[in-house]
């Protein structure tokens, strides 16, 4: 299973980005798939998440500047990302926990990670 994320990059403040995740997998029954992101120095944080049945959850830092949506059948996952501040600047993964109905919070429950994408925000 692979887990692969794009759109990351250098942007101003105020500005937006669009990350994209594909999964490679094909056969994912019941899954969530979400984003976390890593700053310099810091732990992995949860940014945002959606259900198989499209129920959303985001970290409140960015839930009135981000959102989450997903393709059930292109097994794809985007974070729209609106209003960004230098404070956004991280790695962001997408994440998947397979066979799960309920969006979990800490990234122990997510079976499988992309690669990370680099998303630099300048003030």
């Not at 310099?40 to 129920?55: D, L, M, Q, W, Y």
């Not at 097994?75 to 309920?102: F, G, I």
């Amino acid at each position: 299973v692979r887990l692969v994320e794009s759109g990351g990059g250098l942007v101003q403040a105020g500005g937006s980005l669009t990350l994209a995740c594909v999964a490679s997998e094909q056969t994912f029954t019941r899954y969530v798939m979400g984003w976390f992101r890593q700053a310099p120095g810091k732990e992995r944080e949860f940014v945002a998440a959606i259900s198989g049945s499209g129920n959303t959850a985001y970290a409140d830092s960015v839930e009135d500047r981000f959102s989450i949506s997903r393709h059930n059948t292109k097994h794809t996952a985007w974070l729209q990302m609106h209003s960004l501040k230098p404070e956004d600047t991280a790695v962001y993964y997408c994440a998947v926990e397979n066979y799960a109905a309920r969006i979990s919070y800490g990234d122990e429950k997510y079976d499988y990670w992309g690669q990370g994408t680099q998303v630099t925000v300048s003030s």
